[in-house]
């Protein structure tokens, strides 16, 4: 005996009325196609024909209530058909009921019934089977739910027995294989299942179009790999068709239909693309739909063409119809070029492709592009992606389905997964077969139904079966491998990454579908988050089983398909929260307690310090942000860090803070003793650092309104007091540290060979920048505290540097570099690292005022208090301790450096014995105490640091001049001078060369020697024109006062270039007494110099006046003949000289008066000295100076006569020089000089 047949059922849906349900007019429910429970006896029940029909025969009237409305969709399908159709339909009827009874009997029990029996049998068979038809007919929603069932199953087996395109051959794909498959989904009895199968295989699919999408081009250029400004025309050949009518699904805007009502190409339907400019691998990701006339002989054609060679080739035309948006005639134009002119008209390639070469599973590769009119030369490639699909405008109502209609296939395919998978207990992925995928696929590929509504119809129906199910497990895997799918489909459509951000293209109704799948789903994951782990601290244990809860709900929150205002995550999110929350406090309570755990000691504040410092570094990791966590908490909605950095930073501000009012009375109370000061110091350092860290952490996590909040935004007020002891502290370290670098380094020992200065100035350094990167590490605000700190800490770097000077100094004194008894110099390592480290501290200074910032100070400062007085007194003071140590280093440094140079003297003194003694007149002879400063330079160079380098040089020069000086002869003849300014020009180009600058070269010592040079090449003559004009330039007032003369003077130019000089001598003026009454016989001697420019003037005086210290002469001379030259010439003179006439030995020199020719004045012919103002001229007494021109003269007497001769006059007015013997008042004489009296 035959089971009964199975059903063709389907869950229940809540999404609305579908199309297919609103063709049939039945709303969706729970219901199956069954036998009765006599089918055992009765025919199958799906011939719905016979269901119409009894249901015709017994249902009530038309007015009742229970009567069904319109009939039914099969009854109405009944009367459309033809008479001949009906009687067919009860021929099989009468046959199907013979084979039925054939079934219950054997043949045998057949043949022995009578035709009596047969059909008395088969009476009582009727009325039961219209009995239980009558039933069931009366469960409208069974019925309605049945019909819909039935045409999805038969959708999709009309989709297998008649796919569009080459069928898939593999084992277990192929048609029949997927047939039988679909049989086992829906539950259909085989009997039942054949019966369709009959059915469906003359339902042939009559409309038919095929998709075709132009993706992309690759390697489209021209010869010369000239870039083109490529499109492609798109258009489907209808062999053997005259007119083949053209409809495709839609049109865009891009590719107008066409048709015409004769030729071949005017009824055809020929699709555009847009343009690429200038590109050989365009991207176009258009899709058009041609309609298919022919299976097997329609061919799909793609030409790829260059628009700025058509418009070329084409020229006005091309224009023209654009214009005139006459685009019909446009793309005739166009084809018919491409089909006969080839690339003369810009048609660089095409791609033909047979419409029956398409797989049913449609095609997504890359074609081969040929030349136009030769296929067999490949010039590019093209990725087209073809598929084949009802036309479904022309398509009739019955066979048209919706994305409803594959939802309701989906849902059978998913639910006997789903009993599988609760057999089996396994994940629901692993009962997802590939021939379930492979039903769904064709049926939505023929049918229009994109991916991405295939995508989100499987998340949906998975949502929906975990929810209704309220089993998680076994739909987990499946939930993230089908939403991944969906964001790949979404992307991989999309050529251009920015445009993936937007929203996916969904209708209304799947998004209204998802929006609710999904809040369900939510919904059920919050009730069962009963036990949750701990969410702080955050541990990459805890999050990862979070995900493994929440990883699907994090999932379907991040797609964006939600509304702005939804939160269906609510619920979650506030569990969380409050999870939070709570395990932050729990945890931050639990640390402080611990703080009060240890051993009891006098001071507890220092064990309590450092316990909260390894709470406030283990909370400020917790607190930074990770950006796995951040991410995933972020999805639900929670700012998780936000949360945990408020909730401890609220436990541990209170106990910081009163634990630092606790050190503060602790350092006050201990501030004599430096060990307790600088252990709290320290650990008051380490929490600073600690707590600012914990505070910029938490002050990141939240929002600028949230800051107000925080008590701890006020961290730096809580170490006040202690700043004072920090910098106590710093003091004592580095002075400290100074010492034992010293110590260490009190050889002064080479770091390395390439090192220029030793162990020591390197620690001293790396203190100092210890120091300032702590104080810059804490950065304090509070402007006064800030500048009072940049300026201890500028006094202690001072400070240190000076400490550091002092002792290497102290460490050479003890080496006995100091002591003289050394004759020689030798340049060693240890000399010229001991002053780089000298240098290498000090050069550190002068990077203070950047290094602390010292402008930036200085100005928050002075716009506290309002007052840029404050800032500029607080520069000037940082100032001044800069510069002053600066001083003082460079003295220190100044001390060695001078050493070196008098220990070098003993041999440069050697050297120029060469050049100013024995070889004098070799210009070569300098070279030996070049070649000796050449080595010993560069030696220094090499070792010693840039700057001390240029000291050393600096110092060296003075030195060198000077032995110079001492080794020159003196007296020798003007050639000996001449050749030692070329000895000395060779030792300034060598310190030039060597970085001495200009200025300081001309110092003071060498210009001393280059006037001694410059005095010992001059002639006679000219040293004693510069003698009486150095004399001339003293002929002020001088300390001692001598009394003065009045004169006339001036000249009168004569014939031949001579001149006569007129002088009057008039009056003195307090002359000296120089008699033992006090009084002086006085005269003037009047005469020119130098005698050897005034060998022909013979001197004149003046009458003697007796017993006078005012004597009036009122005596005129005159000296003719003299060129007029000479009153240019500086050093020609006119001497007054002023004696005392003695009767008894010589006459006593009381004073003279020089008078430079080149100030007499000139007067004419008509004019005399009288008519010249008085001169009041001093009287000087000459001093025997031993140097400048009078040295000179000195020194060559014994070989010059002139020079002797001179010296010998000059001799009188040197050496003899009376004291005056009276002591009047000078201005009481000068009043009666002016009143007239003589006495």
């Known amino acids: 005996m035959a089971s009964p047949p199975r059903s063709l059922s389907l869950p229940s849906t809540t999404h609305g009325p579908s199309k297919a349900m609103q063709r049939t007019g039945s709303l969706p429910c729970t219901g199956s196609l069954r036998t009765s429970q006599y089918g055992q006896y009765l025919k199958p029940c799906s011939s719905l024909d016979d269901l119409d029909e009894h249901y015709a025969e017994s249902s009530p009237s038309p007015g009742s209530a229970e009567s069904l409305p319109d009939g039914g969709f099969f009854t109405k399908l009944k009367r459309r058909l033809s008479s001949r159709k009906k009687n067919k339909n009860r021929r099989d009827r009468k046959g199907s009921e013979d084979y039925f009874l054939g079934g219950l009997f054997n043949n045998d029990v057949a043949r022995r019934l009578s035709n009596s029996s047969r059909d008395s049998l088969l009476k009582e068979f009727k009325k039961i089977f219209k009995m239980h038809v009558h039933r069931r007919y009366h469960d409208k929603q069974y019925i309605k739910n049945h019909r819909m069932n039935e045409n999805i199953y038969r959708g999709l087996l009309r989709g297998l027995l008649h796919p569009l395109g080459i069928p898939d051959k593999s084992p277990g794909l192929r048609p029949g294989d997927l047939i039988d498959h679909l049989r086992e989904i829906f539950e259909v009895d085989r009997d039942e299942h054949e019966y369709f199968i009959r059915e469906e295989l003359v339902h042939r699919p009559k409309h038919v179009q095929v998709k075709v999408s132009i993706i992309e081009g690759q390697g489209l250029a021209w010869s010369g790999e000239k870039k083109g400004d490529f499109y492609c025309l798109a258009r489907i050949v209808h062999h053997g068709k005259k007119s083949p009518k053209a409809s495709p699904k839609d049109s865009p805007k891009l590719s107008p239909r066409m048709t015409h009502s004769s030729g071949s190409f005017d009824e055809a339907d020929i699709s555009k693309t847009l343009t690429v400019k200038n590109c050989s691998n365009p991207q176009w990701n258009e899709e058009f739909s041609l309609n298919v006339d022919n299976f097997f002989t329609d061919e799909i054609k793609i030409y790829i063409r260059d628009q700025t060679v058509e418009q070329e080739a084409l020229g006005h035309h091309v224009d023209r119809h654009h214009h005139e948006h006459k685009f019909k005639s446009l793309l005739r134009m166009i084809w018919h070029s491409s089909e006969h002119d080839k690339s003369k008209c810009g048609c660089f390639g095409m791609v033909s492709i047979n419409v029956k070469d398409v797989v049913a599973q449609g095609v997504d590769k890359w074609f081969d592009v040929s030349e136009c ?242 709470i406030v570094d283990i909370l400020s990791s917790h607190c930074y942000p990770m950006g796995v966590v951040r991410t995933f908490y972020n999805s639900i909605g929670i700012n998780y860090y936000r949360i945990v950095s408020l909730s401890a930073e609220k436990n541990i501000s209170t106990k910081t803070r009163e634990l630092m009012m606790e050190l503060d009375k602790y350092q006050k109370r201990y501030h004599k003793f430096s060990v307790n000061i600088t252990e709290s110091s320290k650990l008051a350092l380490r929490i600073y650092f600690l707590v600012r860290k914990f505070y910029n952490i938490t002050r990141d996590n939240i929002s600028r309104r949230d800051v107000f909040r925080l008590a701890i935004s006020n961290y730096q007020q809580w170490f006040q007091e202690t700043l004072v002891f920090w910098i106590q502290t710093f003091r004592t370290e580095c002075m400290t540290r100074i010492e034992k670098a010293l110590e260490i380094d009190k050889d002064v020992v080479l770091v390395t060979s390439r090192c220029k200065f030793s162990n020591s100035s390197v620690d001293v350094l790396a203190c100092f920048a210890k120091i300032t990167e702590e104080w810059k590490a804490i950065d304090f605000h509070d402007p006064d505290s800030s500048l009072m700190g940049v300026t201890k800490i500028t006094d202690l770097i001072c400070d240190g540097a000076r400490l550091y000077v002092q002792k290497i100094q102290n460490i050479l004194e003890r080496n006995c570099y100091y002591d003289d008894e050394e004759k020689t110099f030798n340049v060693t390592d240890r000399l010229c690292i001991t002053l780089n480290n000298i240098e290498h501290v000090r050069q550190y200074l002068n990077e203070l005022p950047q290094l602390l910032e010292w402008e930036t100070v200085v100005s928050r400062i002075s716009s506290t208090h309002e007052n840029d007085r404050i800032g500029t007194q607080a520069y000037s003071t940082l ?66 640091m840039t700057p001390t380098y240029y000291r050393m040089i600096e110092h060296l020069w003075p030195t060198m001049v000077t032995l110079l000086d001492q080794k020159m002869l003196s007296g020798e003849r003007p050639e000996y001078y001449y050749q030692m300014k070329q000895h000395v020009k060779a030792l300034i180009s060598y310190f030039v060369r060597g970085g001495l600058q200009e200025r300081q070269v001309n110092n003071s010592v060498f210009e001393a020697l280059k006037t001694r040079l410059d005095y010992n090449t001059m002639s006679t003559e000219d040293l004693l024109l510069a003698y009486y004009d150095k004399i001339a330039d003293n002929m002020g007032t001088p300390l001692d006062y001598f009394g003065h003369l009045a004169l006339k003077f001036a000249y009168i130019e004569e014939t031949r270039g001579n001149i006569t000089v007129y002088v009057k001598v008039i009056r003195g003026c307090d002359l000296p007494g120089l008699d033992v009454t006090g009084l002086s016989d006085p005269y003037v001697i009047l005469s020119l110099h130098p005698s050897t420019m005034f060998g022909h003037v013979k001197p004149q005086k003046t009458r003697i006046v007796e017993q006078t210290l005012n004597p009036v002469f009122n005596t005129s001379f005159q000296f003719p003949n003299i060129p007029r030259d000479y009153i240019n010439i500086q050093g020609a003179v006119v001497l007054l000289s002023v004696f005392d006439y003695d009767k008894i030995g010589n006459d006593d020199f009381a004073g003279e008066v020089v008078i430079r020719l080149s100030s007499i004045p000139k007067i004419s012919m008509s004019q005399t000295v009288d008519s010249t103002s008085v001169v009041m001229m001093a009287l000087q007494r000459p001093s025997a100076s031993l140097e400048g021109p009078f040295q000179v003269l000195v020194e060559r007497k014994s070989w010059d006569k002139t020079a002797k001769t001179f010296l010998a006059d000059r001799k009188r007015y040197l050496e003899h020089h009376r004291p005056r013997t009276d002591r009047p008042s000078k201005l009481t004489n000068f009043f009666s000089f002016l009143t007239g009296d003589k006495t």
């Open 879 to 944: 100032t001044r301790l800069l510069n002053t140590t600066n001083k003082e280093i460079i003295m220190k440094s100044s001390l060695l450096l001078t050493q070196i140079t008098e220990k070098m003297k003993v041999d440069i003194a050697a050297y120029m014995d060469i050049f100013t003694r024995k070889r004098p007149e070799k210009a070569s002879s300098v070279d030996k105490l070049i070649g000796y400063m050449s080595v010993n330079l560069k030696t220094l160079h090499d070792k010693m």
């Open 373 to 614: 009119g030769n296929k067999n030369v490949v010039v590019a490639k093209c990725r087209i992606k073809i598929n084949l699909c009802h036309r479904q405008d022309d398509i009739m109502s019955e066979e048209y389905f919706s994305i409803d209609d594959y939802y309701q296939a989906a849902q059978q395919v998913y639910s006997y997964a789903a009993k599988r998978c609760l057999q089996d207990d396994m994940p629901m992925e692993a009962k997802i077969q590939p021939q379930d995928r492979r039903v769904l696929n064709t049926f939505a590929s023929s049918h229009q139904i994109s991916d991405l509504s295939q995508a989100i119809i499987h998340v949906i129906i998975l949502l929906e079966w975990t929810t209704e199910n309220d089993n998680l497990s076994h739909t987990q895997h499946a939930l993230v491998k089908h939403i991944q799918d969906l964001q790949m489909t979404w992307v991989t459509k999309q050529f251009n990454i920015s445009t993936a951000a937007q929203k996916m293209p969904l209708t209304d109704a799947e998004i209204s579908w998802y929006r609710k799948a999904a809040a369900g789903y939510i919904k059920c994951i919050s009730d069962h988050l009963e036990e949750l782990p701990e969410l702080f601290p955050p541990s990459v244990d805890n999050v990862n089983l979070l995900k493994a809860k929440l990883g699907v709900t994090v999932q379907l929150l991040e797609l964006d398909l939600w509304e702005s205002k939804s939160s269906p995550h609510k619920d979650l999110a506030h569990l969380l929260l409050h999870k939070l929350q709570s395990d932050v406090d729990t945890y931050t309570h639990s640390k402080v307690e611990t703080i009060s755990m240890h051993d009891l000691v006098k001071d507890p504040v220092i064990p309590e310090l450092n316990i909260l410092g390894e």
